[in-house]
């Protein structure tokens, strides 16, 4: 902990564990793992040489190269590019109160990041970063390429992949345990960063309703909820205390409930 003398307050030093790779080309995205970053976004400098400060390298947040990646500093991870010019060596961050930690001090483990060629897909969000087996989570990131590869839950495969684009895929939570596990996307064998999500129990996850459509009209209007956690087996939907009905034609079968709509 720091302690400050003139306002009398405490708070818990960030502490860096690891460098998620710990290697790649510039333009890359890397996870920085590890606990009391904070909340708002500070900074991380690759610093090269610790002796020689001309060649300190500041990372760039991910939303510079996919608009989609919002909020990529959390308390535990930070995801950052590798910059351009980047030489071999620790990285510092620095939280938005002014503290810091590096990869090269006593008070973590030593990793210093090597700086190659190899390309990776890099992963910024996880949209939800939580779910249950079946939920289809978005994820945005970069050099995905355009061609369907996989995408990775713990090390299991997605059970589906129903997008794929370069900066944005959506894949099917795979029948793991609940737990937190990476999730990963490969592309031509080499694995991206990886991002926290958390496998919940069914009765854990929370029911969101994002929007519905259309959003009016009369009795007998044919409505569509989107949102998350619904679950993939038939419940029941309410307008006020009324149950709505889903006696729908024969010709609509029976798949119209999903996790997601």
């Known amino acids: 902990n ?13 502490w860096i564990t690891g460098l998620d790779p710990d290697n790649g080309a510039p333009g890359n995205l890397i996870t920085i793992g590890g606990k009391d970053f904070g909340e708002n976004a500070g900074e991380v400098v690759f610093l ?15 939303n510079e190269v996919n608009t989609n990646c919002q909020n990529t500093w959390k308390d535990k991870q930070i995801v950052v590019e590798v910059p351009n010019g980047a030489v071999a060596g620790p990285l510092k961050v620095t939280t938005s109160l002014g503290l810091y930690d590096r990869t090269d001090d006593w008070r973590g483990p030593k990793i210093d990041f090597t700086v190659n060629d190899i390309e990776r897909p890099g992963i910024c969000l996880l949209e939800p970063d939580q779910g249950i087996l ?6 945005y990131g970069v050099n995905f390429g355009n061609v369907k590869d996989k995408v990775t839950f713990g ?5 589906g992949i129903n997008n794929w684009s370069n900066q944005w895929i959506t894949a099917v939570v795979p029948s793991i345990r609940p737990s937190t ?3 990963r ?8 960063n990886g991002l926290n999500f958390k496998v919940t129990r069914r009765e854990e996850q929370e029911v969101r309703i994002d929007y519905l459509e259309p959003s009016r009209g009369p009795k007998g209007q044919y409505v569509t909820i989107f949102g998350q956690g619904f679950g993939n087996q038939i419940g029941k939907v309410y307008f006020d205390n009324t149950l709505a009905a889903t006696d729908f034609p024969k010709e609509c079968g029976i798949d119209y409930w999903h996790n997601d709509y």
Do not use: H, W
């Open 155 to 159: 090390g299991i495969n997605a059970s």
């Open 134 to 139: 079946g939920s289809a989570i978005d994820i």
């Open 48 to 62: 090269g040489n610790p002796n020689d400060p001309a060649d300190d390298k500041i990372a760039r947040f991910p």
């Open 181 to 183: 596990v990476k999730a």
């Open 185 to 192: 996307v490969v592309k031509q064998n080499e694995q991206s």
């Open 2 to 14: 720091y302690c400050n003398a003139a306002t009398c307050r405490c708070v818990d030093l960030p």
